[in-house]
């Protein structure tokens, strides 16, 4: 049976410096690439060494946030100090909710400026 992860997930935002600087302060990442979209527009891969996050604009104004669940529900990220990624996300301005502490491991959730959700988990 073949072996896999997943190298990248590709969001569309409406600030990719800010939220290229958010990726790089939350997850201790740095931006491995960036340029010219294919379809027009730029995009920044914030990452490490094995996998990033490409955040990618249009050139255009994304029209509002995206709704819960379209098309995505969430990006699950692990860290080694979630109470460390918490407080990065508040000082972005941004609002942490639905904390959990079940096996296995400790989690919260937020929404970005654009509406898209991420679960932040430890497992340490």
Do not use: C
């Not at 990624?85 to 654009?114: K, N």
């Amino acid at each position: 049976m073949p072996s896999a992860y997943i190298e990248h997930v590709n969001i569309t935002v409406s600030d990719i410096e800010r939220s290229a600087a958010l990726l790089e302060r939350l997850m201790g990442w740095h931006i491995r690439w960036r340029g010219p979209s294919q379809l027009g527009g730029e995009t920044i891969h914030v990452g490490g060494e094995r996998d990033y996050i490409a955040v990618y604009t249009r050139g255009t104004p994304v029209a509002g946030r995206f709704a819960k669940g379209v098309p995505l529900n969430h990006v699950g990220l692990v860290v080694d100090d979630l109470d460390a990624a918490e407080a990065v996300v508040i000082e972005a301005g941004l609002v942490p909710f639905s904390h959990g502490d079940y096996e296995p491991g400790r989690r919260f959730y937020f929404f970005d400026w654009d509406g898209i959700e991420f679960e932040m988990v430890s497992y340490a």
